[in-house]
């Protein structure tokens, strides 16, 4: 019984993780709408929960080279590693930016949706847990 409600803690605290590491990936996107040459990034959510509930040992936070120390190191960047993806822009700027507003409002929204379902999920999990005690 703790075996199959630890694995299930752990697929959504995971989940959790990961989404609120990937809406400050999609914010940073956001707030550099109009850097010129900003890339926009993000990652494959699938994949990067799949590899995260499959490994072994956590998976270490890794630090951002710095050449100053007046650079922020983000904490997305150090979880996801070498797997984030450059997106191809389908209408390329002029200053070499890559952020479609559009494109990137409708991912902040679609993952703060499935954020707030995965947090839903959890709290069901937690009063069927309650309940089945309080029957005992």
């Known amino acids: 019984m703790i075996n199959k409600l630890d694995k299930e803690l752990n697929y959504h605290h995971n989940a959790l993780s990961l989404r609120v590491a990937r809406q400050e990936l999609l914010s940073g996107n956001v707030a550099n709408a109009d850097t010129p040459n900003f890339k926009a990034k993000d990652i494959d959510f699938a994949s990067m929960l799949q590899a995260k509930l499959s490994s072994t040992a956590d998976l270490k936070k890794v630090n951002l080279n710095t050449t100053s120390s007046m650079h922020i190191n983000s904490s997305a960047a150090g979880l996801f590693g070498d797997n984030i993806l450059y ?28 954020y707030d379902a995965s947090i839903t999920f959890l709290n069901a999990e937690f009063r069927q847990l309650s309940l089945a005690m309080q029957e005992r």
Do not use: Y
């Open 87 to 114: 997106r191809v822009p389908l209408q390329p700027s002029a200053d070499g930016n890559t952020v479609d507003m559009d494109m990137e409002r409708t991912r902040f929204a679609d993952n703060a949706i499935k």
